[in-house]
């Protein structure tokens, strides 16, 4: 390899390293509230996401009336719009007046509490998936977001995170 083709390669891997480094920064500076730590630094200096593996089977359910749910539990998540009532729950503890439902989802947290100032975290959590061809769900609370992935694409979807620099517990 010539020495201006390594000189070029060398160069684009400092860029690249330097550019995350500023988006991570930015998207940590978008965190207004004092004690909210959601990144860690690498060697590099360079701020990452913490996400943690929950190890639990989900369904995606939509549901006739909240009669069924098992609020107990320590997942459940409920949506009511216009047009439906969703659910997000326990495989195990779905509840029997289910219109439709899709099992073999698996989930990720993002540790920390989230800052509604916070600007592209699920944008670019995203976007390293899709570039991958793994598809998303997503459930948001007050505090943080849960990533949902299918199950058969699960651990392929935590190496890709992985590889760019998220921590994964």
């Given at each position: 390899?010539?020495?201006?083709k390594?000189?070029?390669k060398l160069l684009n891997r400092v860029l690249r390293a330097a550019l995350r480094s500023v988006v991570a920064t930015i998207a940590y500076c978008?965190?207004?509230?004092?004690?909210?730590?959601?990144?860690?630094?690498?060697e590099l200096g360079v701020r990452m996401m913490e996400l943690k593996r929950i190890e639990l089977d989900f369904t995606v359910c939509k549901i006739e009336d909240i009669t069924g749910v098992?609020?107990?539990?320590?997942?459940v998540f409920l949506a009511k719009t216009d047009e439906e009532l969703s659910l997000v729950c326990?495989?195990?503890?779905?509840?029997?007046?289910v219109l439709i439902a899709e099992d073999g989802w698996k989930a990720l947290k993002i540790i920390g509490m989230l800052d509604f100032g916070m600007v592209g975290v699920i944008a670019e959590i995203s976007r390293h998936l899709a570039a991958a061809g793994i598809s998303l769900f997503v459930v948001s609370t007050y505090n943080t977001d849960y990533i949902l992935l299918k199950a058969d694409s699960y651990e392929a979807g935590i190496e890709v995170l992985?590889?760019?620099?998220y921590i994964i517990r």
């Open positions: 390899m010539s020495n201006k390594t000189i070029k978008f965190t207004k509230r004092e004690g909210i730590c959601i990144m860690k630094k690498n098992d609020f107990g539990r320590e997942f326990e495989t195990d503890c779905v509840p029997g007046n992985r590889k760019h620099d």
